[in-house]
């Protein structure tokens, strides 16, 4: 995500560092760019936070795979 808009990874709350800071499983908890949500049976969810991060990267996706005819 901080590739595709810029942004230093050295100054993100990533993921890792907020689950090494503690959250609780089933509970919502948000990193830079998503809210996610761990489950004790070893999945998790994701959504993200910003819609337009979300569609700039559906796009990106899409570009790359030929998906749209780009």
């Not at 919502?28 to 959504?47: A, C, D, L, Q, R």
Request: glycine letters at 10%; aromatic letters at 18%; a positive charge.
């Amino acid at each position: 995500m901080c590739n595709l808009i810029g942004k230093d990874i050295g100054r993100v709350l990533t993921i890792e560092s907020k689950v090494d800071m503690g959250v609780n499983f089933g509970e919502w908890n948000n990193s830079e760019f998503f809210k996610f949500k761990i489950f004790k049976k070893g999945t998790i969810h994701f959504e993200f936070i910003d819609k337009n991060i979300w569609n700039e990267f559906n796009r990106v996706a899409c570009e790359g795979k030929k998906w749209l005819g780009y």
